[in-house]
DNA sequence: ATTCAATTCCGCCAAG
DNA sequence: GGCTTGGCGGAATTGA
């Protein structure tokens, strides 16, 4: 799933963020954020971030404010990354083609860079036929919309994203989070990742594979519901935790429990736990030389195996490969 | 990879 | 009467 794991090359890798009007600001600013803020262990800037329009001139945004980039579009001719935010190109957005100046833009992005669109910047994405035949998502209310300029693109709305490899998309404004998120943690494992979500005070991990649609999707400030159940569960992932053992912390029944669970996390309870768990394996992997069979223990998977199948089914590279990748120095 | 028992998920629905 | 609860059971997933 993620082929693009830590980066050899000294330089910073680069990102371009494309205003492409009206840019939706909160799209735009995210990507800047997240990798702007991503320092590596000997404190190096691991992302040059840059934002690039038609020429330098103030780009309109739907709310009423304009954005002024730094670059016109020489700032694609060498990137690595290009981030399309969401916006209301009228080409992509009313008739499925890719008009005026995005033409000459995208033609200047290198063929190797890697392609990412947050919300609506998906109909930009395509509108240059990169997404046909592949899978891809959007901001959930523009589905529909989508489905018809765009029928060959395999759109599942009902994620925060997707990720096929070169190219990755995202729902609506926050999922672009957790999207700037999971490259980061593709790109230089989860410390880095962490230390950003810390930094942006955000939830380091929501994965793509997650629902759009999560009834509540603030926790109640008093944690009368799963809230605190979930922090404890965080403390005893070593422990087995059967569902009834959850219930029981929550002083509920197990179905209305995991109801519960779902409308508050977009996620059932064994999901969750697995997710926590492999997170967890992850980190002992990057930052410990503990042998497999350990992690798996301290982590709450039981057995090497266990950890090999989820480790497997959500980076797609097995344990020791992992550790190899993110602890290059460890052999 | 395949199998298999145990566990979990979740629509349904009667009861608060 | 709308709303939540929680037991039931077939389908799906998990872990070995």
């Not at 980066?7 to 890798?13: D, L, S, V």
């Not at 060959?152 to 609506?172: F, M, P």
């Not at 494992?189 to 979500?197: K, R, S, W």
Request: net charge neutral.
């Amino acid at each position: 799933m993620c082929k693009n794991l830590a980066m050899t090359t000294r330089r910073p890798h680069r990102v371009t963020v494309l205003a492409v009007p009206e840019v939706i600001g909160y799209d735009l600013s995210i990507p800047p954020q997240v990798f702007g803020s991503a320092i590596s262990a000997t404190g190096q800037q691991l992302y040059e971030i840059r934002i690039a329009g038609l020429d330098r001139s103030p780009v309109a945004t739907p709310h009423g404010y304009q954005i002024a980039p730094s670059h016109g579009l020489e700032a694609l001719d060498d990137a690595d990354t290009v981030i399309i935010p969401g916006n209301r190109a009228a080409g992509p957005r009313e008739r499925g083609t890719l008009d005026g100046w995005l033409v000459e833009a995208f033609e200047r992005i290198p063929d190797t860079a890697r392609l990412m669109s947050i919300c609506t910047g998906a109909f930009t994405l395509a509108a240059t036929g990169r997404l046909d035949g592949r899978p891809a998502t959007t901001h959930w209310a523009y589905a529909s919309q989508f489905r018809v300029l765009y029928p060959k693109v395999l759109l599942d709305e009902s994620v925060l994203y997707v990720d096929d490899g070169d190219v990755l998309t995202s729902a609506g404004l926050s999922a672009g989070m957790d999207l700037c998120l999971h490259v980061l943690r593709s790109d230089h494992g989860i410390g880095v990742a962490n230390a950003v979500a810390r930094h942006c005070v955000v939830a380091a991990w929501r994965d793509g594979g997650q629902s759009q649609f999560i009834d509540r999707p603030v926790p109640e400030p008093d944690g009368g519901t799963t809230a605190s159940t979930r922090a404890w569960a965080l403390h005893h992932l070593g422990e087995p935790l059967s569902l009834a053992d959850l219930a029981d912390h929550a002083h509920h029944s197990v179905r209305t429990f995991s109801r519960r669970f779902r409308a508050e996390t977009g996620m059932s309870p064994s999901a969750w736990l697995i997710h926590q768990r492999v997170q967890h394996a992850r980190h002992l992997l990057e930052v410990t030389d503990l042998p497999i069979e350990q992690v798996a223990l301290d982590s709450g998977l039981g057995s090497a195996a266990t950890l090999r199948h989820h480790l497997g089914r959500s980076v797609g590279v097995a344990p020791l490969a992992y550790r190899r990748t993110f602890q290059p120095a460890a052999h």
